[in-house]
């Protein structure tokens, strides 16, 4: 009996001990597990929170991005246009430059074919007065030479006796009267009269011909002489011709 009631309050005790003790641990991790799930409640919430905070940023941040590729684009368009309107300015003056400098060429090529030409023209003058003089020359010499000589020949004995010859000195002792053609005894005389008293003493006057100086006298004393010649007169015509083609 005695071990049998030992053991009975051996259980009472431990159920008076175990039972608060049971309770209490049942209570602490009731707490402790609503404490873990409010915390962990309170984790989620926060991670909701950063997570909206966080979508929110990348929303902005993608609104940022297609803002910034929006003035982007519109930066590079304009870019692209100053370019083509810059790239346009530059085609036009190119064209303009080169369109000044193709006049430019054909104007400076339309001058020097005008200088050319009026070269050649120039040349062709000159060349028409010489021909000129050979033709007038040769028509004289063989048509009119006798209708001009008596004539050409009065005008150079009336211009002779205005003529100083004091600078013939006593040592040229002769002179020769160059005609185209003969002259007539009376002429000659009157040459030689005239030439003896402008010289003041005799000299010997020799008559000869030569058709080239076309009409006219030629009166030689020496290295001087006077040139009363119808090919003198044409021949300083036709040097005034050429000078003032020349200078044209």
Known sequence: MDFGSSIVKFVILMAVVCVPLI??????????TEGA????????????????ELNQKIKEADEELA????????????????AEEKAGLEREKMITRARAEGEEIITKAQGTKDHIRKDLEKEMHLKAVDYALQILTLILSQDIQKVLSSHLFAEFFEGLKKVDMSRIGPEVGSAEVITAGPLEDRDKEQLTKLLLEKLNRTIKVDFLQDPQIVGGVMLKFGNLALDGSLQKR???????????TESE
């Open 23 to 32: 309770l209490l641990l049942r209570w602490a991790l009731l707490n402790s």
């Open 37 to 52: 799930v409010r915390r962990l409640n309170t984790e989620v919430e926060e991670n909701r929170s950063k997570q909206a």
């Open 67 to 82: 803002k910034r590729k929006a003035e982007a684009n519109e930066l590079a368009n304009k870019m692209i246009a100053e």
């Open 234 to 244: 044409i021949k300083e015509e036709a040097i005034k011709c050429k000078q003032k």
